[in-house]
């Protein structure tokens, strides 16, 4: 690893509090589905930034009686599992309570760093995760779960964190409405 500059950090996911996971709530358990209004997030509804929304939702019953966990807003979701592995690692933030399928990986609001940032880092470093942290000789693409939380990520100190992150979220709305407007084309 090179030298960081003055206040920064190479900080793991495991040094933040770990991952937590999710699941299937029994889909024979009708109660569970029916009239949801829960996000339930899956890797079907990674393909932005944001998490607004997903295309499958829960019932609070799945939450009370299914174990299922409500992941606060601002949330860092990570696919560990999927056919995507192969070239993509999917990373997004929640901007709204949701739970996760079993294969998804989610990081919790940590104080001491900007969720938005940390999705960044996840992104840009994506390759260099899954070339590290791939799972060998299973039948779906996977991440292992000890070896990406305990990659290492730099990080400033959290009013850069925040000025950066800004500056990224700035940006990239610039990049996607110039790919808009070459759609368009």
């Not at 979701?77 to 399928?101: D, F, K, M, Y």
């Not at 000789?137 to 939380?149: D, H, L, M, N, Q």
Request: proline share 7%.
């Amino acid at each position: 690893m090179s030298e960081l500059p003055s206040g920064w950090a190479y900080l793991s996911i495991s040094s933040l509090g770990g991952t937590v996971g999710g699941k299937t709530p029994s889909k024979s358990v009708a109660d569970f589905w029916n009239n949801g209004v829960i996000p339930w997030t899956s890797p079907k509804d990674m393909k932005s930034f944001r998490i607004l929304d997903s295309e499958d939702k829960i019932s609070a019953l799945a939450i009370s009686d299914g174990g299922m966990r409500l992941l606060p807003k601002d949330s860092v979701l990570v696919v560990t599992r999927s056919g995507i592995l192969a070239h993509t690692l999917p990373v997004a933030i929640t901007n709204v309570e949701t739970t996760i399928n079993q294969d998804i990986k989610a990081v919790l609001p940590s104080p001491c760093i900007e969720p938005r940032l940390l999705a960044y880092a996840l992104r840009a470093f994506g390759q260099a995760i899954l070339a590290k942290c791939s799972k060998d000789g299973t039948t779906v693409a996977s991440v292992e779960t000890e070896r990406f939380e305990n990659y290492p990520l730099p990080f400033p100190p959290l009013n850069e964190q925040k000025r950066i992150a800004d500056k990224l979220d700035h940006l990239l709305a610039r990049v996607d409405a110039a790919k808009a407007r070459l759609d368009k084309i």
